[in-house]
């Protein structure tokens, strides 16, 4: 079982940076691929970044590449997702997502999710 712990959201203006911060528990989290996915009101959630148990192959959604980049510290058991140039089409509540296989996490079919963390971008 894992359970996951996003942070690090927050209201920022067009241009500006953040960085989100998953945190998982239990003592797998190492052996298992992560990802970052975001929703917003009335829309289905979508795809934003994954990366693999190793950090060694990562994976972006076209409108965030050059932009947001993932990484993971397994020894904190923490994934994260830093995120520059920020858009207003940026803004939606993102989600941390673990699963043991890549693919899984790719087609956001994976077993765990956190709670979420909002990310508000003005114009």
């Known amino acids: 079982q894992v359970q996951l712990v996003e942070s690090g959201g927050g209201l920022v203006q067009a241009g500006d940076s953040l960085r989100l911060s998953c945190t998982a528990s239990g003592r797998t989290f190492g052996s298992y691929a992560m990802g970052w996915f975001r929703q917003t009101p009335g829309k289905e959630r979508e795809f934003v970044a994954a990366?693999?148990?190793?950090?060694?192959?990562?994976y972006y959604k076209d409108s965030v590449k050059g932009r947001f980049t993932i990484s993971r510290d397994n020894a904190k058991n923490t994934v994260y997702l830093q995120m520059n140039s920020l858009k207003p089409e940026d803004t939606a509540l993102y989600y941390c997502?673990?699963?043991?296989?890549?693919?899984?996490?790719?087609?956001?079919?994976?077993?765990?999710w956190g709670q979420g963390t909002q990310v508000t971008v003005s114009s």
């Open positions: 990366i693999t148990w190793s950090g060694g192959t990562t």
């Open positions: 997502a673990a699963d043991a296989r890549f693919n899984t996490v790719l087609a956001g079919t994976n077993n765990y």
